[in-house]
Each structure stands twice: as C-alpha cells, then as structure tokens.
C-alpha cells in the first residue's frame, strides 16, 4: 500500500528526483531544455508555482509551491512527458528515474530561504564549473544575469531576502561555510528514505500550520471527513489515515506527540508506534 502525497493549496515542496541507476538523465543542453519546457507548463496548466530549480547530471531539485493542491499530477506529467521526450530523442527505451518523486514539505521561511542556495550551489559542491549555477540552476535569474523566465516566480524570494546583493551576500557565506544551514535543514538526510528527523519543521512560535488546518490537510489528502482521520484505528487492517496523519502532524508541522495523542484520545506511545508503521511503509516504498 502507497500512502497518498501530503500536498494542499498553498503547500511549498522541495522536489527531487534521479536517474534509474544513478545514470544520467540529462546528456546535454537539449535535454535540459526539453526538462524546462515540460516545466514551464506548470503554472498555468496545473497551479503549481516554481521558485527555484538546479539540473544535474543524475537528478534535479524544485521548489515548488502547489496554489492549488495539484502537485501530484504535475509531477507524473513531468516524469513522464519529459521521459517520453528524451527516450524519442535517443531511441531509448524503459525507465528513465529511479522511481517516484521525493518531496519535502517546506514550513519556515528560514529553510524556504536556504533552500534556494542549497539548490544553486549543487553543481559547484559537486564539481562541476561554477557557470553551471547560472545555466542550469535559477541563480542567473536572482542575481539578475539572465531574464527569469515567465513561468520562473522570483519576486517572493527577492522579497525575502531584499535584495540581489543581500542575497548573494547569503549565498556567499554559505558557501564559504561562514553561516550554518538553518537547525530544521539537513541536506546530508534529504534523499534517505527511513529519515525520522523533520526535515522542514515550521517555526512553532509562528506554525505553518495549526494543528486543525493540518488536519483539515489530511482530510483534504485522504478525501475523509477529520472526525474519520482521528478515530482510532480498529479491525484487521485499521485506519491508515490516522497513522498518516501522526507522522505529518509529527515530522512535518512540528507539532509534539502530546498534543497529537491528546487530538486523537491516545497515548503518546502509541502515536510513535503509528508514526514509525508509517515510516517502515515509506523505506517499503522507495525500494519499489
């Protein structure tokens, strides 16, 4: 059983994906190209806002923000248009990725912020020419080298950070290793199938999200009423809803077991058991 994908409107994602193999799925400047233009529908046909992107060899990295609650079937277009596209354009055949899309849901404005770098300085820290942060990445466009496309959204960020000499200034001491990654970033667990540390956990002076907007999220996903998400889970295959609910209340919005055991009338233990059913199904997934 595959858990259905967190997205609601307003979610902000970082999306990842990599060659089957680890071989490359970009050759060439073409093929990068042919990956942008599949991109470039996003927006308009399917409301999915794209902030930031960086193309390697093997794989790729989005920032993406879903308006309106459609990022799943943004991305099976985008796999497979874009696969369909480079195996005509080589007489290939047979998958191109290495399965499905992992994504990270983004909460704090701090880790939306370092995202955005993390993405830019991928070819460099991977030795590739620094050029290719501006070719194949969207740092040419926040620094004002290259016009942003117009499917690109840069004012957001730009207003974050203020300006383009602030955020190269950014960009700059990460990259020196003068400034550290926010605490709720971990770059070295972004691709680790089994991670229980929260990747992008909101600010819980300032939540993303309250405990009753994300399990309205929740319900949204499952397509079942809230008072079905919280019912505890009963009979031979339980309510998996609820056991999905635990983990994202718990890895993604930050929000303590005590006061989701205290939503659901359970214990604290046994909301990590469910968060940890949900997790050892997530490892089961990614070697599919």
Known sequence: MRFPRLDFAGARHHVMNRGARREPIFLDDESRALFLDVLSEFPARFGVRVHGFALMPNHYHLMLESVTGDLPRAMRHLGGSYSQR?????????????????NRLVGTEAYWRHLLVYLHLNPERAGFAEADAIHWTSHGAYLGL????????TNELQGIFGSGVAYLAYYNRIRGGQEEPPDDFDGAKLWAPNSTAPVAVPDLHEPFLSLPDALDAVSQVCGLPVEQVITAPVGRHGNPANWLAAWWLSRGCGISHARIANAFGATCSTVSKRIARVEARLGQDEQL
Do not use: K, M, Q
Not at 86 to 102: A, E, K
Not at 146 to 153: C, D, S, Y
């Open 146 to 153: 290259t016009a942003p496309p117009v499917w690109l959204e």
């Open 86 to 102: 480079l195996n005509r354009l080589h007489s290939w055949d047979g998958p191109l990725f290495r399965g499905r899309y992992h």
